[in-house]
Nanobody, 129 residues
Framework: EIQLVESGGGMVQPGGSLRISCAAS????????MSWVRQAPGAGTEWVSS????????YYPDSVKGRFTISRDNAKNTLYLQMNSLKPEDTALYYC??????????????????????WGQGTQVTVSS
């Protein structure tokens, strides 16, 4: 069974940092690009970041660029998101998701949100004083 299980969410003060993780199973993790997507209360989903299968290429929207860092450990089948300088508007349910196409073969350049086909259940991040 293909599974993505997020963990590490919690409450943090504005300006603080948090690292969330996503454990993958049921598929060859190292063959797939991965993304983080978030959904704030009452809002639609927002793309947060993506990383190619090897981990050498990362992509971010302007809203988190310079504050968030996506990474992966293919030996541990785990995806990470390091979040620094957190703001109240970063409060959301954070999902990891598997990218549905080969980012390298498609020469993905970060100019559009990559399609995803498997999502986890999410981990809550709340930024509040």
């Amino acid at each position: 069974e293909i599974q993505l299980v997020e963990s590490g969410g919690g409450m943090v003060q504005p300006g603080g940092s948090l690292r969330i993780s996503c454990a993958a199973s049921g598929f060859t993790f190292s063959n797939y690009g991965m993304s983080w997507v978030r959904q704030a209360p009452g809002a639609g989903t927002e793309w947060v970041s993506s990383i190619n299968s090897g981990g050498g290429k990362t992509y971010y929207p302007d809203s988190v660029k310079g504050r968030f860092t996506i990474s992966r450990d293919n030996a541990k089948n785990t995806l990470y998101l390091q979040m620094n300088s957190l703001k109240p508007e970063d409060t959301a349910l954070y999902y990891c998701a598997r990218v549905s196409f080969d980012m390298d073969k498609m020469n993905y350049d970060g100019s559009y949100i990559p399609l995803t086909d498997v999502w986890g259940q999410g981990t809550q991040v709340t930024v509040s004083s």
